[in-house]
């Protein structure tokens, strides 16, 4: 079978044998790219550089889908059929990327960006929402620069097995960069959302049709085969 073992004498050392790589035609609708945001309030900077980043998506020809995370409940506060679980689940499931982008609040993510992905299971049955889409994180700061948002996501991205981008962004004092109707003012900060959209869709396109198998692992075909290295 392919991706079996041999059948090793005891006392060998060998190699797990590497699944399949199986594409047939590359797809060719545009990249699917969810974007979710953390903070619900109603001037929201985390909000404001997810709606810059939407545009900056669509210029570089992805569709894409933004999650409004009011009225979500808290993690086990309500059953996974309620409306907004459902639908976050199903943008999910959509999603060829995504983009999470957090406030930094007491010097972490925030509870409204940390429920949305506590929300998204890593596996329905067979199916793992999130394995192999790719992921970009951003940050909005009140003070000064800090990455503690961005890294602490960069944790749950590898956790829901996502292929997160080297590149990220943090924004600094972000009460400064948006004018009054919300839109980024040009700046370094501005440049490198640029930077991290275009990565992230050239990534995007690179792995979304061999995700399973960038994904595929040796315990898991050896569970669903029962054959082992010894």
């Not at 060998?14 to 979710?36: D, F, K, M, Q, Y």
């Not at 985390?46 to 569709?63: D, I, N, P, V």
Request: net charge positive; aromatic share 8%.
């Amino acid at each position: 079978m392919p991706g079996d073992l041999p059948n090793l004498a005891a006392g060998c050392v060998a190699t797990p044998s590497l699944g399949r790589l199986r594409v047939t035609e590359p797809s060719t609708h545009s990249p699917r790219i969810l974007l979710l945001y953390g903070s619900l309030r109603a001037r929201s900077y985390s909000r404001f550089l997810t709606y810059e980043a939407e545009r900056l998506l669509k210029h570089f020809g992805a569709e894409t889908r933004i999650f409004n995370p009011s009225g979500l409940p808290l993690p086990d506060g309500a059953p996974v059929d309620h409306p907004k679980v459902q639908e976050l689940r199903e943008l999910s499931l959509w999603s060829e990327g995504q983009v999470w982008t957090s406030p930094e609040r007491h010097g972490a993510m925030s509870a409204v960006m940390k429920a949305q992905i506590d929300w998204i299971p890593l596996s329905v049955g067979a199916v793992r929402p999130t394995q192999g889409r790719t992921l970009a994180v951003m940050q909005v700061s009140g003070g000064s620069q800090s990455f503690n948002a961005v890294n602490q996501m960069r944790v749950l991205g590898r956790w829901m097995r996502m292929v997160t981008i080297p590149n990220q962004s943090s924004v600094a004092k972000a009460y400064q960069e948006f004018d009054e109707a919300g839109r980024m003012i040009p700046s370094s900060y501005y440049d490198r959302v640029v930077d991290v959209m275009e990565e992230l869709v050239k990534f995007t396109l690179l792995t979304r049709d061999v995700s399973s198998y960038l994904t595929d692992r040796y315990s898991e075909r050896k569970e669903s085969s029962d054959v082992h290295l010894r």
